[in-house]
Structures are given as C-alpha cells and as structure tokens.
C-alpha cells in the first residue's frame, strides 16, 4: 500500500512540474523559430531576438526595469538589515510582533498591496501634487522589497555570538569598526542574498508595478502583458524567454550561495565541537 501511495505521489509531482514547464520550454523553444507560427517549426533562426533589440518600447521598458530593480533592491537592502539588526536587538515579544507585521506583506496577495499603495500614492499626490510614475514604482518596489531583507538577514543574526561586539570593542574597536570589520562579515552572505531576492522579485514583478506605475512609465512585464493584448508577436516568446534565464539564474545564485553558506556552518560547527572535545 505505501508503495502504491510513492508511486501515485510521483506521477502527481511529475505531471504539475510538466503542467507548470511544458508551456515554458514551448515558448523558449518557438522564440527561436523562423517564422510567426506558434505551432509549426519552420526552422531555427534569432530574428525575433534581433528585432526585439531594435524595438525602442521594449528597450525604454528595459531600462526603466532594470534601474528600478537595482535602485530598489540597493535600498531596501540598506533598510531591511538596519531594520533587522533593530528587530534582533528587542525583547521577544515585540520582536515577535514586528517580524509578523514584517511577514504580512510576502503573505499578502499582491493585487490588495498594489492597490492599496495605488490609493495612497494618489491620495498623497492629491496633498502634494504628484501623480504616479516612475518616483511612485520606485517607492513601491523598495516597500515590498524591505521584507524580504529582513528575512534573509534574521537568521545571520541569531547565529551571531551576542558578545562578538561587545569583545571587539573591550580591544580598542569604535562601535563603528566593530560593527563594520567584525559584525559586517558574519553578516555580509545573508545581505548578498537579501539583495540578490529583491532584485529578483523587482525584476519580475508586474500586479504592484501595474498600479502603481501610472500611464507613462513601462516595465518588461507590463510591455509584455501590452503586446500580448495588441498584437501576438514572436518578439513577446524572445522577450519572455531572457526574463526567464535572467529571473532563474539569479534565484540559482542565491540558492546555490545558501547551500555553500550552511555547509560552511556545519563544517565551523564540527571543527568547533572536535575543539572541545580535543
């Protein structure tokens, strides 16, 4: 019995991942294709990247998409450790309570946070006379980016010695040199992989970026979802397929850097218990 529940459980997984891939590898493979067809193969051919490097919309997109996911994930990693290392230096319960109000944004649907900072921005630009733009997607991609820091810097923080820098400074160090030469490189793989999420999540983001970017400013996913209602072309496979590589290599990295991170935990923790036993 429990090998036929293994069994059905493993042709369950495999058809959601090949429900979930299939169309992916479809679009990868037909944004190759030599002509406009979607269902017939007519040959390789990188035309349809060729023309998407020379279509200006889609450039504007890209460079406003990528200034934004590097300015926003840049601050929010600056917001979202200082605001950790707040977090980690309170009592527990109100720890507790600010790390579940940090939670809610990531366990939010994302239409209710777009919508609601839509409402706010067009409120506060009604008060201070702004409208929504590229000032308003940015503001809006760091908020949601914050919490996403803060969870990946958390966990470098309880594993710190709590006396770490209180010793640094007994030997002379400024709070600042013992903060910044001591506390900084415990730290710095949990930062590198807070930024590296936000990019990542700013990068692919379209539901926040749609309500809050107002009508004159494009992301890649919003000129992708505005092809894809005016017209079906292969330009939108060759645009889809780079956002995919890009968006999968990145969260490959992180992954990647947070294996190599807790292998090198367990081996400090070894070699820290053969010294004691030593």
């Known amino acids: 019995m ?56 889609i450039l504007a997109a890209f460079s406003t998409t990528i200034t934004v996911s590097v300015i926003a994930a840049v601050v929010a990693t600056v917001l979202g450790t200082a605001a950790a290392i707040g977090f980690h230096n309170m009592k527990r319960r109100p720890r507790n309570l600010f790390l579940t109000i940090n939670n809610i944004p990531m366990t939010n649907a994302d239409i209710i946070t777009g919508v609601s900072l839509m409402l706010l921005f067009v409120a506060a630009g009604n008060i201070l006379g702004f409208s929504l733009g590229f000032g308003t997607l940015l503001v809006a991609h760091i908020t949601f980016n914050v919490p996403y820091v803060v969870l990946a810097v958390m966990p470098k923080l309880r594993q710190l010695n709590p006396n770490l820098g209180e010793a640094a400074m007994d ?55 505005a092809m894809t209602r005016k017209r079906i072309s292969p330009e939108v496979n060759a645009l889809s397929t780079i956002l995919f590589v890009v968006v999968l290599t990145l969260l490959v990295i992180v992954n990647v850097r947070q294996v190599r991170q807790e292998q090198l935990n367990e081996k400090r923790a070894r070699a820290l218990r053969k010294g004691g036993n030593g």
Do not use: C
């Not at 193969?41 to 990188?46: M, P, R």
């Open 171 to 225: 030997l002379g160090a400024t709070p600042w040199q013992a903060f910044w030469k001591v506390l900084m490189p415990e730290l710095r793989p949990g930062i590198l992989n807070g930024m590296l999420i936000a990019f990542t999540m700013s990068i692919d983001d379209f539901v926040i970026s749609y309500f809050t970017a107002g009508s004159e400013v494009s992301t890649l996913a919003m000129q992708i979802y």
């Open 2 to 57: 429990m090998q036929k529940n293994n069994t059905f459980a493993r042709i369950f997984n495999i058809l959601v991942y090949v429900f979930l891939y299939l169309p992916i590898v479809v679009l990868i493979i037909f944004s190759f294709n030599d002509s406009k067809s979607r269902t017939v193969w007519s040959g390789f051919s990188l035309h349809w990247y060729q023309e998407l490097l020379q279509d200006e919309e």
